[in-house]
């Protein structure tokens, strides 16, 4: 556990009463899952008789990506039909309405779950969580996979019974770091006033959110370490979930 540079946020007579964690990257890694989009949205496109290759599918969710981090960073929540009008914009073909819900049906399907990796000593620290009598919620900017989905990923992997709450963007209508996705995680954990934490890998997203809450910021690299400088750093910053329960003690 690294502790960042030191700032006010209580002390033992003020402990840490409840925590949120992001999702990607923080509990659960993707990997690499475009090639799957593409086969997925290849077979969509050759159903409906366009002769588009793999190759120009991967160019294009590139530049969808490029698309929906614009609108990530603008705060303007993403729907996978308005990724699959941008997708099929991109292809220079007809917003056909048959196309269009096609290719939504597949991009909410998600992926297999069992070729995620979940990280390591996660369901070790949420238990320890639990133990402590702290409440456990999920603050997450959610992609193109819905918020439903993504429940059922931690499912498969024993991790969603330790979950008290869960802020997806999709359901609230913003994304990190708004203050309205950590109130919502407050009220709903019923920890509004409390002390708080929360953790997770981005700086601007869940580090800056979580420090003009009032919280705890954890910063968490065992998946990818935000080395950006252009946000201030987590309170602390760890690299295994088995380092939580003394950062929460910090």
Known sequence: MIPSEPRSVG???DPIRGITFDFWNTLIAEGGFSDHRVERWHEVMFDAGHDISEERLREVTGELWIWFTAEWEANRVVTPAQAA?????LLDLPADDALISR???VTEEGYDPSHMRVADGVGDALEGLKSAGLRVGIICDVGLTPSRRLRSYLDHHGLLRHFDHWSF???VGCYKPDARMFAHAAEGLGMTGSRLAHIGDLRRT????ARDAGWLAV??????????????????VIGH????LEALAW
């Open 85 to 89: 009008v941008e997708t099929v914009g």
């Open 11 to 13: 002390g033992a007579a």
């Open 103 to 105: 290719l939504v049906e």
């Open 169 to 171: 963007s999709d359901e």
């Open 219 to 236: 910063r968490y690299t065992g998946f990818f370490d935000d080395t950006s400088e252009h946000h201030a750093d987590g309170d602390v």
């Open 206 to 209: 869940d580090v800056a959110g």
């Open 241 to 244: 979930h088995a380092e939580l």
